[in-house]
């Protein structure tokens, strides 16, 4: 059977076992988040025969440096593993803010020690101590001095129990920064822009909205924010403060009661319309299915869901 070693212990696995599994499970403690390739927080070193089912996660320098999602390798072969250390190998950064947006969001601020090159709807993992999570960027690096977050804090979890606890000065690892599937592209201007999120999935779409914005989009651009309930459009004045001001905006708000009846009355005007979508898996696949049967090309939709740990 292959050997796994990390630092100087070693043991058998089953050929074939997942890489995240074996770890854990002899108490090498690599944190995870989705188990889909996505969040990026089981990222290992590897030296050695591991089957990697999605090597196009990562970037070829960083695969070139050896680096690998635990959750996506399968081990081969003798495998030496190098977890990732958030002391050595993440950014350090300081809270500038912690505050309720709602009873269940928090808005996290951050300021690293060094800038970071990113794009509004990027994602970031955050390290508190050796409990690590995936978010998405709600700020902009052209007008913020500080890296946002729309922490949803309802259920319990290791991150956001933590994060509960956060006050100014308090210091946070940076671990990866990635793309995402969200972004503003200048060459969008003139093309009808829909913003379609559910929770905090508005975070990253609240930056690309004002990305859009700072552009001068010339096209209409519509935010929907879907909520379980009117308490929970925690960002409902900004909102339309920005609509007051920006005559081509507009904003609905919806709650869950009212989605069946909302998404049946959605009709796509123009086909050149592009749809963003961010949230819950439910609620974008909601969306997404509905903008597909009123017409809207399957090329001109991205999303980005938030996928529970698990």
């Keep these: 059977m292959p050997e796994l070693y990390v630092g100087e212990r070693h043991w058998s696995v089953p050929t074939g076992s997942n890489l995240l599994d074996a770890l854990n499970q002899a108490g090498t403690a690599v944190p995870y988040s989705c188990r889909a390739g996505s969040c990026h927080a089981c990222l290992v070193r590897c030296r050695g025969e591991v089957a990697d089912r999605q090597p196009d996660a990562l970037s070829p320098a960083q695969r070139q ?15 030496q593993v190098e977890a990732f250390d958030p002391l050595r190998d993440g950014v350090s950064a300081h809270v500038t803010s912690a505050d309720w947006l709602s009873a269940s969001v928090l808005r996290l601020r951050l300021a690293p020690e060094r800038g970071l090159r990113y794009r ?42 933590a994060a509960r606890h956060l006050v100014v000065g308090d210091r946070l690892r940076l671990g990866e920064l990635r793309g995402g599937a969200l972004h503003y592209d200048s060459d969008w201007q003139a093309r009808p822009l829909w913003l379609l999120a559910s929770g905090t999935g508005l975070g990253p779409l609240w930056g690309v909205l004002r990305e859009a914005l700072r552009q001068d989009h010339q096209g209409s651009i519509r935010v929907i924010h879907l909520a379980h309930d009117a308490e929970g459009h925690y960002l409902a004045e900004p909102l339309a403060a920005l609509a007051a001001s920006h005559p081509n905006l ?44 009123a017409g809207l090309p399957r090329n001109q939709l991205l999303a980005d869901v938030f996928l529970p740990r698990g």
């Design 120 to 161: 509004a709807g990027q994602h970031v993992v955050l390290w508190a101590g050796q409990v690590a999570r995936p978010y998405s960027l709600a700020s902009l690096p052209q007008e913020d001095g500080f890296l946002e977050f729309h922490l949803d804090c309802r259920q319990p979890g290791q991150f956001s129990d």
């Design 250 to 293: 507009a904003v609905e708000l919806w709650t869950a009661a009212e989605l069946g009846q909302a998404l049946a009355q959605l009709r796509v005007v123009s086909r050149q319309t592009l749809a963003l979508l961010c949230g819950h898996p439910a609620s974008v696949e909601a969306f997404s299915k509905r903008l597909f049967l």
């Design 65 to 79: 440096a050896g680096w690998r999602l635990a959750c996506q390798c399968q081990v081969t072969g003798d495998v």
